[in-house]
């Protein structure tokens, strides 16, 4: 087992690329061996000089056990597409993708990835009323039979289940409101936010059960990164390496502390 710069672990078994505005961008995974993983970020905003337009948002293209999985879509369709471009990733050639949650800085690249690839299976987190769509059944709401038909939703004969809009008609979108295995040892971890500012923000993030632990990869971690983890520890108890968004741009240093701590103190996170 050795540690590069970064602090990321690697071994024969699992080796693992960040690949992104600060780094030189590894191999395709079709180029690398089997058994390894690698992640290239395509949308970010800090780093060294690269190929890549720096933005505020997120998008990551996650490969591993042969599925090519694009987590969020970044804040511009137009950056998306040249950051994909730049990097020679095809984005007509997914097997899914995830959304981690419904702010526009992780969603926003939608436009261009619907443009080339109309029909890839998008998991998104299940919300009551939200821009990827939702179902309700119609019991969630009063009803009363005395009321003219007029003034009744359906002339008082509304369907079981209430089916409404997302804001892409069309997308293949699969709503997860709980944790799911989505492809083996590929799973979705979905939590919902209790913090101020993002109260009942629904997050979705990916966790690949890997032969060296857990790798995680997650969109601004609005629910906790430490509740994220310990969601994750359901699966396994051995978590390998967090990538992604910590939301902690604005917490003050004890939280941050607390946070770091809690990271490598109880999770042990390699």
């Known amino acids: 087992m050795t540690s590069d710069r970064w602090g990321i672990s690697y071994s024969a078994v699992l080796v693992l690329f960040i690949a992104c505005a600060t780094t030189t961008s590894a191999a395709p995974m079709a180029r690398a061996a089997a058994g390894t993983a690698q992640i290239t970020v395509l949308y970010d905003a800090f780093g060294k000089a690269s190929t890549l337009k720096k933005d505020w948002g997120y998008a990551a293209l996650v490969e591993y056990g042969g599925k090519r999985i694009l987590f969020d879509t970044g804040n511009n369709p137009d950056i998306l597409a040249q950051n994909a471009k730049a990097k020679g990733v095809d984005l007509r050639k997914l097997d899914f993708v995830v959304m981690s949650h419904r702010h526009g800085d992780h969603m926003g690249g939608l436009t261009y990835l619907l443009k080339v690839n109309s029909t890839v299976k998008i998991y998104a987190p299940k919300e009551g009323f939200g821009v990827y769509g939702a179902d309700l059944p119609s019991s969630f709401y009063r009803k009363d039979a ?18 409404f809009g997302s804001a892409w008609p069309g997308a293949n979108f699969q709503l997860v409101d709980k944790n799911i295995e989505i492809a083996p040892d590929i799973h979705l971890i979905a939590l919902v936010s209790d913090k101020p500012g993002t109260l009942e923000v629904r997050e979705l993030s990916l966790g690949i059960n890997t032969p ?34 910590f939301h902690l741009v604005v917490a003050p240093d004890p939280d941050i502390k607390r946070t770091v701590t809690a990271l490598h103190d109880r999770f042990k996170v390699e």
């Open 146 to 163: 005395a009321l003219p038909e007029e003034q009744r939703y359906y002339d008082g004969t509304p369907p079981e289940v209430m089916r």
């Open 212 to 245: 060296d632990g857990m790798v995680i990869v997650v969109g601004c971690s609005h629910p906790g990164i430490d509740n994220i983890i310990e969601a994750a520890t359901a699966i396994s108890q051995r978590i390998h390496l967090i990538a992604g968004g």
